[in-house]
């Protein structure tokens, strides 16, 4: 059972990191190209946040699991990791989420210029998501 957990750990949080690793890069190169650019962007971008979205739900769960298999005392480095993965859950339901539901509003209406800043928001959290996912990384080996 470990062993499975510890699969369903590692392929989670692989998905995690490449599913909208090139996210807030594409969103904001294709904001500043304006339209007929702009008409796929929702088509790419919004699945691959639902997707490190719920990858990163699965991170948890299967690392809840094995500190449960495990006997219930992890180790320091694995606690930071926890908090880390809790902390980029947050900033990826509750910062990148709405700043894409705000470019996709803009682009919808076709106000491409009311796009720019929260698409900048975007890459912003998208940086501040992957430092989090380097420190729970490095929480799990460490």
Do not use: C, N
């Amino acid at each position: 059972m470990r062993e499975l957990l510890v699969f369903l750990h590692i392929l989670s949080a692989a998905t995690w990191i490449g599913a909208a690793l090139w996210v807030p890069g594409d969103v904001k190169r294709t904001v500043a190209l304006g339209r007929p650019f702009v008409e796929q962007l929702a088509a790419r971008a919004r699945p691959a946040l639902k997707l490190d979205l719920y990858a990163g739900v699965a991170v948890l769960v299967t690392g809840v699991l094995l500190i449960g298999v495990d006997g219930g005392h992890p180790r320091t480095g694995i606690l930071v990791g926890f908090a880390a993965t809790l902390a980029r859950l947050l900033v990826v339901g509750f910062a990148s989420m709405p700043a894409w539901r705000r470019v996709e509003a803009a682009v919808a209406s076709g106000e491409l210029a009311a796009a720019t800043a929260p698409a900048r928001r975007l890459a912003m959290f998208g940086g501040m998501g992957h430092a989090l996912w380097a420190i729970a990384l490095a929480g799990m080996i460490f």
